[in-house]
């Protein structure tokens, strides 16, 4: 920091005036803060009509003037203690021009960002200091994380110098305490921040967005659009509408920013160096969320591979020419940069997921295989997140699988047998939600999984109807199985949660044929087990048989012309449950010269 620099804004204020302000680093502030200081800061603000901050450390020197509005100009780096858990060492004065001495709650929140020792603000009226408010940070409690404990109006000729430096010390040890009890739970605090491009949509994505971020366990406070037509490559928002960003997360205390779209590694590091906060795009939310949920060794190593996938070309540097392998002018010297390190250790974990994952693959096929020769039918529960899937497994099977009204709730793959009202049995299976943008990495690491709907017999689009946008989500789940190429594969259109359903959306989601039911309520799942029934089976029956071990001709003609469900062998004869049609039905009880069959 150079020293009796004036910083901030400054154009347009004369040298004279700048020159007379260099000044105030020459006062040695005794107490909280002197009479001498804040007569000439009210001057001075009173000539400019700008607001001037003081920054000072505990032993009364001033570090640092700044002319310039909270919000709007850079945060100076004045913190004087190391330890970053605790108070900066630096108070910070400050002028309001309008006469409102009061706090604003930027001030309060920069207080609390920049962990000052205290935030004082100083009303001037026709140059002269009015009345005065000190805030210092207050006890962190669940309700009131961020709170605040605020002294005044206090006249400054007759400021409580004694009482406020030692609320400096209370307000430090408040802090020191409260970040050992919270640091465990401590909640992240989220803006949302996305793009408008006048394109005609359907549903809101910031509203989707804040709840991925919720489901992630950060809290939003607050949401920022920008209205363009193009994304900037540096900053994606641009330039002017960064800095805005930067004035909002500070106002809102935010401690990471969430965009809604994939940003590229040069504009995460621009927002974060103009912001100051954590910047992650929607791809790193939803990986970060299926990190959280996946149980399985296979979960866990796909998540992983994607998030190593996603990694490798964000991590930032000269790219190629940094390599030191290749030779010639530039590349000698000690060995490889730390970036080129990092890429050959991701790419060589990629590599060991990737072989990883293909063995398990393997014996996911064996399962598959062995499924498939017993020739029960493969029904696949598919559909947007939170459609309700898990829970309508549950109501069908009698399971009790894992369920929350969350995105994402479902990772690893469960499959249940139940039987059909006529005595069929097919196997159900629950699969991970879709969602709009959802990440390449996911489809890609995922695709093992989800190719268990391309041999599905029968596929159950499971759509919330309480959704305001029912629409929107059915079409992301149509485009995904259209990428996994299963849109051939007959489906029914199973329209859940009918006891909350909204009346408008009546028309959106009543454009396919279908069944309602509403799974928590247990509604329509016998109209819905029918219509399975006659999806897969049409006038097919299932009878149950007790052959002769000398009509064994008999058992090879079923085989053939039938799906054996069950086959065992007793003193009598191979009993058969098997699925027929009427014709192979009636030439059954003709080859065995019995009545039924």
Not at 58 to 72: A, F, L, P, T, Y
Not at 172 to 177: A, E, G, M, T, W
Not at 370 to 390: C, D, I, M
Not at 514 to 520: F, L
């Amino acid at each position: 920091m150079e020293k009796n620099k004036i910083h901030g804004n400054i154009s347009g204020i004369r040298n004279t005036i700048l020159e007379a302000m260099e000044s105030l680093y020459d006062i040695k502030v005794q107490g909280f803060a002197d009479i001498e200081l804040l007569d000439l800061m009210a001057e001075y603000c009173g000539k400019i009509s700008r607001e001037i901050s003081v920054y000072i450390a505990r032993d009364g020197r001033v570090v640092n003037v700044s002319v310039g509005e909270i919000d709007k100009v850079e945060m100076p780096s004045v913190r004087l203690v190391r330890n970053l858990d605790r108070l900066c060492g630096v108070r910070c004065i400050h002028t309001h021009p309008s006469g409102d001495p009061r706090l604003s709650s930027v001030d309060l929140a920069t207080l609390h960002t920049a962990k000052l020792d205290a935030m004082a603000s100083l009303g001037v009226v026709d140059g002269k200091p009015s009345l005065m408010f000190v805030a210092f940070i207050g006890e962190n409690t669940d309700d009131e994380p961020h709170s605040s404990l605020i002294f005044g109006p206090l006249r400054p000729s007759r400021l409580p110098n004694k009482l406020l430096m030692n609320e400096i010390i209370f307000a430090d040890n408040r802090l020191k305490f409260s970040t050992v009890e919270n640091e465990a739970t401590r909640v992240e605090r989220a803006v949302l921040a996305g793009m408008d491009n006048d394109k005609t949509l359907d549903y809101d994505p910031i509203e989707e967005l804040k709840s991925l971020a919720q489901t992630a366990g950060a809290e939003v406070v607050g949401r920022f659009v920008q209205k363009a037509k193009q994304v900037d490559k540096a900053t994606y928002l641009g330039s002017g509408k960064t800095e805005e960003l930067s004035h909002f997360v500070r106002e809102k205390n935010a401690d990471v920013i969430i965009f809604d779209d994939e940003l590229s590694a040069i504009q995460i590091r621009n927002i974060e160096q103009a912001t100051g906060a954590k910047v992650i795009d929607r791809t790193a939310l939803i990986l970060d969320i299926f990190a959280a949920r996946a149980s399985s060794r296979e979960g866990k190593l796909q998540v992983e591979l994607a998030q190593q996938k996603y990694r490798l070309p964000r991590l930032l540097g000269f790219g190629t020419s940094m390599s030191r392998l290749g030779g010639g002018i530039g590349t000698r010297g000690p060995g490889e940069k730390k970036l080129e390190v990092d890429k050959r250790r991701i790419r060589r974990r990629i590599f060991e997921l990737e072989q990883e994952l293909e063995q398990v693959q393997k014996q996911r096929n064996l399962r598959r295989k062995k499924r498939e020769s017993g020739k029960t039918p493969l029904v696949s529960l598919v559909g947007y997140t939170n459609a309700g899937k898990s829970t309508l497994l549950n109501a069908l099977s009698g399971s009790e699988e894992y369920v929350a009204d969350q995105l994402f709730a479902t990772l690893d793959p469960v499959v249940r047998r139940i039987t059909l009202p006529n005595g069929f049995e097919i196997l159900l299976s629950d699969t991970v939600g879709f969602i709009n943008k959802l990440p390449h990495e996911l489809v890609h690491a995922f695709r093992s999984t989800l190719e268990e709907v391309n041999n599905s017999d029968l596929i159950l689009h499971v759509v919330d109807a309480s959704s305001d946008y029912c629409a929107k989500q059915m079409s992301v789940v149509d485009e995904v199985l259209e990428d996994l190429k299963a849109s051939h594969i007959p489906q029914i259109l199973v329209r859940n949660k009918l006891d909350i359903k909204a009346a408008h959306d009546e028309e959106n989601c009543s454009a396919k044929m279908g069944v309602d039911i509403s799974a928590t309520k247990k509604i329509g799942l016998d109209n819905l087990l029918h219509k399975i029934e006659e999806m897969l089976f049409g006038s097919k029956s299932c009878v149950e048989l007790s052959i002769p071990y000398n009509r064994y001709d008999v058992v090879s003609y079923i085989r053939a012309n039938g799906v054996v469900v069950d086959e065992s062998h007793t003193d009598d004869g191979t009993q058969v449950k098997a699925i027929l049609n009427s014709a192979v039905a009636g030439k059954v009880k003709s080859m065995l010269g019995a009545t039924s069959v």
